[in-house]
Nanobody
Framework: VQLQASGGGLVQPGGSLRLSCVVY????????MGWFRQAPGKEREAVSC????????YVADSVKGRFTAFRENDKNTFYLQMTDLKPDDTAVYYC??????????????????WGQGTLVTVSS
């Protein structure tokens, strides 16, 4: 299992970014997939998780209405579309899976397979 995340960068408040996580070793909708983030001095937290086959979704309250996780099966890639970004969204973002099927379990317990992080900085 290998996950390769990219797409971070510097963006102004109110801006948008799309993070990508290319999946190697399994098809992207076989397991639950999630996005997580870790801000300086804080613990890693769940942002959004999708169940296997997209029939369940978890979204953290702090990003509801602004962030959307989705998959593109033909590219075997998992995405996080982020809009209306705020300075508090500044963090290293990670994609991950626990090789299970439940988005609730994944976001509650965090992943055990991680991509490398990608830094998102929201600043004017």
């Amino acid at each position: 299992v290998q996950l390769q995340a990219s797409g971070g960068g510097l963006v102004q408040p109110g801006g948008s970014l799309r993070l990508s996580c290319v999946v190697y070793g399994f098809t992207v909708d076989y397991y639950a997939m999630g996005w997580f983030r870790q801000a300086p001095g804080k613990e890693r937290e769940a942002v959004s998780c999708l169940s296997r086959h997209n029939d369940g979704v978890y979204v953290a309250d702090s990003v509801k209405g602004r962030f959307t996780a989705f998959r593109e099966n033909d590219k075997n890639t998992f995405y996080l579309q982020m809009t209306d970004l705020k300075p508090d969204d500044t963090a290293v973002y990670y994609c991950g899976t626990d090789r299970g099927f439940s988005e609730q379990r994944l976001c509650r317990n965090l992943a055990d397979n991680w991509g490398q992080g990608t830094l998102v900085t929201v600043s004017s």
